[in-house]
């Protein structure tokens, strides 16, 4: 596999277009995942250019806005990343868009998942999401009907949660999803980062809708954080303080759900970037960056593997993480140049929710949404 990373911080979106395809022009790729910030006033105009300057028609676009974005060298506030793939044939790629996220995000993921598996079933998918989707209805769907492993995660802007960007090949959408099948044999690992301290005793989750937290161990969810931490939940906690949540009976199968404070309510009710179905058992967790970052290297370092030669990178972290680590945030990329350093491109975005299976033993669980979470992509050739 033959792969490219390259960044444009060209305010025109059209030149910044430009200047990203003639970087990865001579690449030829079969494939490039494009993640831009929100900032583009024409954003039709990036994909253009990219496409102009590629003189292809046939390469298979994905990607979407963030809150910035990251590459092999930089982590960057306003531009756009591109990360170009040329498998040489060996892996065939197909796209699929929905659009309808916010008002059927369950059926819009199940429409992506039916384009891309009715015949050969893929070796591993790429997603993206509109924010204003309940992440939560699309894990269900990716946890109980998609045995493919599926990383990628929530679209979003600059913190403002007003509006977000989608890519498909040439087109822009909005309020939908987007997945990218891969199929063939060609090897691939997947390495999530997100334990946090816990703090207090684990809880039951009572009632619960939507991605509203309504009642935990018999009292207001509110209540059973205060009981926990010792204080309310302040909105200076964005990002901070998160729910560590287990299912009791696959105990491995570990998420994080953030907590929105101008997302609550008097009533007790939290606002969750993420449902929490009943039944499920809660922890509070607070997020220190020095842990944040000690294991985002030791992710770094794990993913190095002797049967495996690493050709290129995807990352997805959550935005949570970039606005506690504030000017540490270098390290989520710094971590990869010191794990590789003869050079890996590497393109990603922060996120507003991360999607991605665990380790379990030589191969993955099903296909869970996660907060405050780091996870990487590496794929590659066999050693």
């Not at 024409?42 to 994909?47: F, H, R, T, Y």
């Amino acid at each position: 596999m033959r792969s490219h990373s390259c960044t444009t911080q060209v305010a025109d979106p059209y030149r910044a277009g430009i200047d990203l395809g003639e970087q990865l022009r001579t690449l030829t790729p079969e494939v490039v995942f494009l993640f831009c910030a929100v900032h583009y006033p024409d954003p039709e105009e990036l994909l253009q250019g990219l496409y102009d300057a590629l003189e292809n028609d046939k390469v298979i676009l994905i990607g979407n806005s963030g809150d910035g974005f990251y590459e092999t060298r930089i982590a960057a506030d306003y531009g756009a990343v591109a990360l170009g793939l040329n498998s040489e044939g060996r892996i065939r790629w197909q796209i699929s868009a929905q659009t309808g996220a916010a008002s059927a995000p369950a059926e819009t993921t199940r429409a992506a998942l039916q384009d891309l598996t009715s015949g050969e079933q893929p070796a591993l998918m790429f997603i993206s999401v509109d924010f204003h989707a309940d992440a939560s209805e699309v894990e269900k769907v990716l946890f109980h009907e998609c045995p493919t492993p599926v990383v990628g995660g929530l679209a979003t802007d600059d913190n403002r949660i007003d509006t977000c960007l989608l890519f498909c090949n040439r087109r822009l959408i909005r309020d939908g999803i987007v997945m990218l099948a891969a199929y063939g044999e060609f090897p691939f690992s997947i390495h999530i980062s997100n334990t946090l301290q816990p703090v207090g005793k684990p809880g039951k989750v009572d009632a619960a809708v939507g991605a509203l937290l309504q009642q935990v161990d018999g009292i207001a969810a509110a209540d059973f954080v205060a009981r926990e931490t010792g204080k309310p939940v302040l909105e200076s906690d964005r990002g901070i303080v998160t729910l560590r949540v287990t299912n009791p009976d696959q105990p491995e199968q570990t998420r994080l759900r953030s907590i929105i404070p101008d997302a609550s309510n008097p009533e007790g009710t939290l606002g969750l970037y993420g449902g929490i179905e009943p039944g499920r058992l809660i922890q509070v967790c607070v997020a220190h960056p020095d842990e944040l970052i000690r294991e985002v290297y030791q992710l770094a370092s794990d993913s190095v593997r002797a049967d495996f030669v690493a050709k290129a990178a995807l990352v997805v972290s959550c935005a949570g993480r970039k606005w506690l680590l504030g000017g540490q945030i270098h390290n989520e990329v710094k971590a990869m140049s010191d794990a590789y350093p003869a050079g890996l491109p590497m393109a990603g975005f922060p996120s507003s929710g991360e999607f991605g299976p665990m380790r379990q033993g030589k191969g993955y669980t099903r296909n869970m949404f996660h907060n405050m979470t780091y996870v990487l992509l590496l794929l590659g050739d066999e050693e």
